[in-house]
């Protein structure tokens, strides 16, 4: 039995072929809404979209690329190495010898060969250095692109709350303006009911102006500074980029553990210079196998073509083959062999000296970076308790300067005071983010 109305079975089919019309639609505007813009730009969608569209990230990935291909085309030369000759000469001439005190004619007008040769390496120091070093030249490739990633999660990150320090001096602006003109607006009716004469309603004008242009030249330098994210991120220079942000929850990640130690080995910079080390390792090993001869298994076969007339040329075919071992070992090179082996040697002296003094900077970049996070993290707590005491300063005033105990003057004062300690604790808000990514890679935690 059905329980649907034809009507409502009509309808129903309707609104399905209704949908799955749509859903191309909607699947296309999600893949532009990952691929093209964000809809939500947070710092970890802006620092992800930036890992995946800034081109220097994208060359680093092409890098990685290339020498993988670059690591097979090496190994290939272990293979057997099998190649096909082809010739075809015609002799005007042929050449003649005196053999017995009588001219001989040696050869044929019309000479063709064809070669099939085979080569295997047995002992080469190229092929061997090639296959031992694959996988640290895999992961030196690897850990350039963690190194970029790194350094431009930084940058982004920073110019994000550098951003927001702006943005936020706006929304400040937009806050005063509405309570200046307000103010600007009791004046006025002060001085039109006599109760005050034109001097606050032209102060109040001022501090409106002031205000007014500060936000002005915010917004200009705004534009600027949107701009370098967007060229950071690799974002379409024609779409707008709308931050999202909760002030509430960036004052709670403010904090961090200063009693942590740094360690040098966490850096991605030091994993670098390990691998280049091992690669140099393998360097000085590979000059060493230079008084080692180079062995290898090779054989032909060939097709010998010969004849006076031209249309039958390959009529006959004297074929030759052969199998060879060849062994090759450079006698004397001038001492050639041993100064490589020196400066593969020094090279490898002066990487150890390059990780010294990397633990060396990372020491002193720490203690920086965590020096600069603390006094900003005092700044802060200082400006957000000056920020609080501004606030009740103003509202008293205000109330006062309304009831007629305090002059305008007053409240001008305080609403400057206000906006100042407000801009400062932002500054100081934002100052304590960046000064915390410092120090986070300075202890090797930010890795991607």
């Known amino acids: 039995m059905s329980y649907w109305s034809k009507s409502e079975k009509i309808l129903f ?26 809809d939500k730009a947070t710092l970890e969608e802006v620092v992800r979209y930036a890992l995946r569209n800034q081109p220097l990230i994208r060359q680093s990935i092409i890098d990685e690329r290339i020498t993988e291909n670059n690591i097979k085309s090496r190994l290939a ?16 001439i042929v050449q003649t010898s005196i053999i017995g005190g ?22 080469n120091r190229d092929v061997l250095l090639a296959r031992r070093t694959q996988n640290d030249v895999r992961l030196q490739a690897s850990q350039l692109t963690s190194s970029n990633k790194t350094d431009l999660a930084v940058d982004v990150s920073k110019a994000f709350y550098d951003v927001l320090t702006t943005l936020q001096q706006i929304d ?25 004469d034109k001097i606050d309603y032209k102060r109040a004008l001022i501090s409106l102006n002031n205000t007014k242009a500060s936000k002005k030249s915010n917004e200009e330098v705004l534009k600027g500074k949107l701009e370098y994210l967007k060229s950071l991120m690799g974002y379409p220079k024609e779409q707008s980029l709308n931050l999202q942000y909760d002030s509430l929850q960036m004052e709670r990640e403010i904090f961090l553990d200063t009693l942590q130690g740094a360690q040098y080995t966490s850096r991605i910079e030091y994993q670098l210079l390990s691998t280049q080390k091992r690669l140099l390792e393998y360097n000085y090993q590979y000059e060493k196998w230079s008084y080692l001869p180079t062995v290898a298994a090779n054989g032909a076969y060939n097709l010998n073509f010969q004849n006076n007339r031209f249309f039958d040329l390959y009529t006959k075919n004297f074929p ?24 593969a040697e020094w090279q490898l002296k ?8 990397l633990q060396l900077n990372v020491n002193a970049e720490y203690a920086r970076a965590l020096g600069n996070y603390k006094g900003s993290l005092t700044n802060l707590l200082t400006q957000k308790e000056n920020m609080d005491l501004a606030r009740e300063v103003y509202d008293i005033l205000q109330l006062q300067y309304r009831s007629g105990i305090k002059a305008y003057l007053e409240v001008i004062t305080s609403e400057t005071d206000l906006r100042l300690a407000r801009i400062n604790y932002y500054n100081a808000l934002y100052q304590v983010l960046s000064t915390k990514i410092d120090v986070q890679k300075a202890l090797g935690q930010l890795n991607y």
Do not use: C
């Not at 799955?20 to 639609?25: A, R």
């Not at 272990?78 to 000469?89: A, D, E, R, S, V």
């Open 102 to 123: 009588n001219p001989v004619k040696l050869g044929v007008s019309n000479l063709s060969a064809g070669q099939f040769t085979v080569s295997q390496p047995l002992f």
């Open 350 to 357: 002066r990487i150890d000296l390059e990780i010294k003094r």
């Open 77 to 92: 030369d272990w293979y057997p190495q099998i190649n096909f000759n082809y010739n075809l000469q015609h002799n005007f």
């Open 320 to 343: 030759n083959s052969f199998a060879a071992i060849t062994f090759s070992l450079p006698l004397y090179q001038g001492g050639k062999r041993k100064l490589n082996i020196n400066t």
């Open 13 to 38: 089919t309707l609104i399905a072929a209704l949908s799955l019309l749509h859903m191309p639609y909607r699947l296309m505007a999600q893949s532009s809404s990952e691929n093209g813009t964000l």
């Open 172 to 196: 400040i602006a937009n806050e005063d303006i509405v309570r200046l003109e307000r103010s600007l607006k009791d004046a006025q009716n002060q001085y039109k009911a006599g109760v005050a």
